[in-house]
T-cell receptor, first 116, second 113 residues
């Protein structure tokens, strides 16, 4: 079974530039998550999708971050414009459809973003 | 406001001995807890979990203990192996939280041969 795929693996941009990350979840997983992991901290949930609908985006800085999951499969996370404090690893995870029980989340390798 | 805390940023253990990683939480609505393991340049991988209706769950060398009254859980690894060297994250979920996980800051475990 193929795991969660993410690209690119590394990205270096200057502040005020834009960047986009791509995620392909495990086949059949209806729920998709984007996390931000700042160095030395645990992952922090940015947004959760169930199929192509948003379940929770309360921690997504909507003035600069956006995410979409067209057709309920792949997803993209965009930052525009980037700030220095956005330097982090962006992790995508997926799980089976949530139905009242906690399902294990499977993580991709992440995209390491450096904003200079 | 950190709802899940791992107060030890690092732990060093000799091969063959027991590793004990600790985690504290503040939100009494959390009812499911997970441990994830992370190697450098890889995403976290699920290790073991426990529901709040239990106080212990065991899987091979890994055992998780939950003390609900103290809002504390721990992961025991026995015996520890060099391949266990990684960062371990504790995570928690509340049943009304749509499978959203709240993670602790992680503990880096180093197992010396």
């Amino acid at each position: 079974e193929a795991g969660v795929a993410q690209s690119p693996r590394y990205k270096i941009i200057e502040k005020r530039q834009s960047v986009a990350f791509w995620c392909n979840p495990i086949s059949g997983h209806a729920t998709l998550y984007w996390y931000q992991q700042i160095l030395g901290q645990g992952p922090k949930l940015l947004i959760q999708f169930q199929n192509n609908g948003v379940v929770d985006d309360s921690q997504l800085p909507k003035d600069r971050f956006s995410a979409e999951r067209l057709k309920g499969v792949d997803s993209t996370l965009k930052i525009q414009p980037a700030k220095l404090e956005d330097s982090a690893v962006y992790l995508c995870a997926s799980s089976l459809e949530f139905s009242g029980a906690t399902y294990e989340q499977y993580f991709g390798p992440g995209t390491r973003l450096t904003v200079t | 406001d950190q709802q899940v805390k791992q107060n030890s940023p690092s732990l060093s253990v000799q091969e063959g001995r027991i590793s004990i990683l600790n985690c504290d939480y503040t939100n009494s609505m959390f009812d499911y807890f997970l441990w994830y393991k992370k190697y450098p340049a890889e995403g976290p991988t699920f290790l073991i979990s426990i529901s709040s209706i239990k106080d212990k769950n065991e899987d091979g060398r890994f055992t998780v203990f939950l003390n609900k009254s103290a809002k504390h859980l721990s992961l025991h690894i026995v015996p520890s192996q060099p391949g266990d060297s990684a960062v371990y994250f504790c995570a928690a979920n509340g049943n009304n939280a749509g499978n959203m996980l709240t993670f602790g800051g992680g503990t880096r475990l180093m197992v010396k041969p």
